[in-house]
């Protein structure tokens, strides 16, 4: 299947090959409605960008185009902070995401799973532990 067959956009594209932060920035000021705009599995450009390895700067460039993606679910009840924490992404990251929606972190995906079973699963046994401004992973 082409890019195109699953709806989605150069943004979609440039977030899931890992393409550099200015791309990204460019891309999500051009339009920022295509930040919000999801593709055939109902994922968003930021869903893409925290599966791949983006890094804080490109994080940022999407929540700003769209600070609503932050709670944006695909089809599987995935937020962004769930794909975030199952791919390993940095503690910056995360802090971005919880910085954009604290509630993010008590909403469960389709299948009931939530960020702290989805930690637990990755990092076994801990979980995500906020406290103040910051968020980090306990036992």
Known sequence: MNESAFKRLPIHVACQF???PEVIRYLAQEDRAT???PDILGRLPIHYACSNGSNQTVIKALLAANPASALYADYSGWLPIHVAINFGASTEV???LINACPASVAVQTVKGSTTDTVAA???EGRHLSRVG???HFVQ
């Open 94 to 96: 995360i802090e971005e």
């Open 18 to 20: 890992s393409e550099r």
């Open 35 to 37: 930040a919000l705009e």
């Open 133 to 135: 401004k910051t968020s």
């Open 121 to 123: 699963g990755k990092f």
